[in-house]
């Protein structure tokens, strides 16, 4: 295919992979008549692998990431999908790089399409194709379309909530760097170019939501979670990129009984592999930027019970997702624990930013605590997760760890 060719696809249900010299993220947008998301929902990727229609699936590093779209399941209200790709090395252009994208038979793995955008060299995303539906009929266009911005750039675009700091909030809608394809003819294509936003970005730091109703910042000060209630580590319109602790807690819940519970933070990478642990047989990790304060073996005592520091400024590139674990060794189950928490404090001053209490137990010996997931804009969330797990180390808390990010 050449940019702005298009081709019916003779089957309901095809996989998009996009290949490359070089690894890539690869995702998908479900659009609206107006170009638009419906939600954040509608966007596709590694952190949220399905949607109405539409799932992702991770090449795992030795495979194309690869997008499968079932039209017939596909909502009414969407007239198109868009299928991105962005090199997964932070900073890393499309220069000197020619990726691919295979259109195939998700069924059958008939070869439908192939295209490879040209002349590419400092965008740092593209929308490579879409697939779209005209007077009843699902096709298949190429479209090539570079951003400078990023995957953010693009998501933006198309309406997707990306927070930027404060300063960045006075910019101008992200515009593409590559002039679009030409036009194609008006009986079967509409303009490739994705729609410019008619109104500028909303404000980075919005008011805080009700509870429950969505992600909060930390301008209001300590912040309280709920089970999987979310908040971005941003303060003042900037993104949190000091040290912080986060301190897990636990008591016994029949006096005088020692509980020997393990806390840990387990690293990620963006497509959810695992890449190394912190726990009291491994104290520090990352060259430094996590470090582990030490085994507690008995929980008794007030305050926290194991502390781990983490140098958010310090986190390599290549670690996107942070999960905080509890783990019972000796086999002892949740159902003997009272008052597990976990806390994020700053370092630097002791101040407690956020907090989450568990609430529940279950006859389990492993707790998924909370997560910090790396934003596309630079920040960290925080969410509270509380999911109880089958494990008593921290090589078995790694894949449930994978599977909530």
């Given at each position: 295919?050449?940019?702005?060719?298009?081709?019916?696809?003779?089957?309901?249900?095809?996989?998009?992979?996009?290949?490359?010299?070089?690894?890539?993220?690869?995702?998908?947008?479900?659009?609206?008549?107006?170009?638009?998301?419906?939600?954040?929902?509608?966007?596709?990727?590694?952190?949220?692998?399905?949607?109405?229609?539409?799932t992702y699936r991770s090449?795992?590093?030795?495979?194309?990431?690869?997008?499968?779209?079932?039209?017939?399941?596909?909502?009414?209200?969407?007239?198109?999908i868009v299928v991105t790709?962005?090199?997964?090395?932070?900073?890393?252009?499309?220069?000197?790089?020619?990726?691919?994208?295979?259109?195939?038979?998700?069924?059958?793995?008939?070869?439908?399409?192939?295209?490879?955008?040209?002349?590419?060299?400092?965008?740092?995303?593209?929308?490579?194709?879409?697939?779209?539906?005209?007077?009843?009929?699902?096709?298949?266009?190429?479209?090539?379309?570079?951003?400078?911005?990023?995957?953010?750039?693009?998501?933006?675009?198309?309406?997707?909530?990306?927070?930027?700091?404060?300063?960045?909030?006075?910019?101008?809608?992200?515009?593409?760097?590559?002039?679009?394809?030409?036009?194609?003819?008006?009986?079967?294509?509409?303009?490739?170019?994705?729609?410019?936003?008619?109104?500028p970005p909303a404000p980075?730091?919005?008011?805080?939501?009700?509870?429950?109703?969505?992600?909060?910042?930390?301008?209001?000060?300590?912040?309280?979670?709920?089970?999987?209630?979310?908040?971005?580590?941003?303060?003042?319109?900037?993104?949190?990129?000091?040290?912080?602790?986060?301190?897990?807690?636990?008591?016994?819940?029949?006096?005088?009984?020692?509980?020997?519970?393990?806390?840990?933070?387990?690293?990620?990478?963006?497509?959810?592999?695992?890449?190394?642990?912190?726990?009291?047989?491994?104290?520090?990790?990352?060259?430094?930027?996590?470090?582990?304060?030490?085994?507690?073996?008995?929980?008794?005592?007030?305050?926290?019970?194991?502390?781990?520091?983490?140098?958010?400024?310090?986190?390599?590139?290549?670690?996107?997702?942070?999960?905080?674990?509890?783990?019972?060794?000796?086999?002892?189950?949740?159902?003997?624990?009272?008052?597990?928490?976990?806390?994020?404090?700053?370092?630097?001053?002791?101040?407690?930013?956020?907090?989450?209490?568990?609430?529940?137990?279950?006859?389990?010996?492993?707790?998924?605590?909370?997560?910090?997931?790396?934003?596309?804009?630079?920040?960290?969330?925080?969410?509270?997760?509380?999911?109880?797990?089958?494990?008593?180390?921290?090589?078995?808390?790694?894949?449930?760890?994978?599977?909530?990010?």
């Amino acid at each position: 295919m050449t940019p702005g060719s298009n081709t019916p696809l003779p089957v309901a249900r095809v996989t998009v992979d996009v290949a490359a010299p070089v690894r890539l993220d690869v995702s998908g947008l479900l659009l609206t008549a107006d170009g638009k998301v419906r939600s954040d929902d509608d966007f596709i990727f590694y952190n949220q692998p399905t949607g109405p229609g539409v799932t992702y699936r991770s090449g795992g590093g030795t495979a194309p990431d690869a997008i499968t779209i079932d039209t017939a399941a596909v909502p009414p209200d969407i007239e198109k999908i868009v299928v991105t790709a962005s090199p997964d090395a932070a900073g890393r252009t499309f220069q000197g790089v020619e990726p691919t994208a295979t259109v195939r038979d998700t069924d059958g793995g008939t070869v439908l399409a192939t295209f490879t955008p040209p002349q590419l060299g400092t965008e740092t995303a593209l929308v490579v194709v879409e697939i779209y539906r005209r007077g009843g009929q699902w096709k298949v266009r190429a479209v090539g379309q570079g951003y400078a911005e990023g995957l953010a750039g693009i998501a933006t675009d198309f309406g997707v909530s990306v927070e930027e700091p404060a300063a960045a909030s006075a910019a101008p809608p992200q515009q593409p760097v590559a002039p679009p394809p030409p036009p194609a003819p008006p009986a079967v294509q509409s303009p490739v170019a994705p729609q410019v936003p008619a109104a500028p970005p909303a404000p980075a730091t919005p008011p805080p939501p009700a509870p429950g109703a969505g992600k909060i910042n930390l301008d209001k000060g300590r912040v309280s979670l709920r089970k999987n209630q979310t908040v971005s580590l941003v303060k003042g319109g900037s993104p949190l990129l000091s040290q912080v602790r986060m301190g897990l807690g636990w008591e016994p819940a029949f006096r005088g009984k020692d509980i020997d519970l393990d806390a840990s933070v387990i690293a990620y990478g963006p497509q959810r592999n695992h890449i190394d642990s912190c726990y009291f047989g491994k104290l520090t990790i990352l060259n430094g930027a996590i470090r582990h304060s030490g085994d507690n073996l008995t929980g008794e005592g007030g305050g926290d019970d194991e502390v781990i520091t983490v140098d958010l400024g310090r986190i390599p590139q290549e670690v996107t997702g942070l999960v905080f674990t509890v783990n019972s060794f000796s086999g002892q189950k949740f159902t003997e624990v009272a008052k597990a928490y976990c806390r994020l404090m700053d370092a630097a001053t002791g101040e407690e930013l956020v907090r989450f209490d568990l609430t529940g137990a279950e006859p389990q010996t492993g707790v998924l605590m909370a997560k910090l997931v790396r934003q596309f804009s630079g920040e960290w969330d925080m969410t509270a997760m509380g999911d109880f797990v089958k494990a008593r180390t921290v090589r078995n808390m790694a894949e449930p760890g994978a599977r909530a990010l």
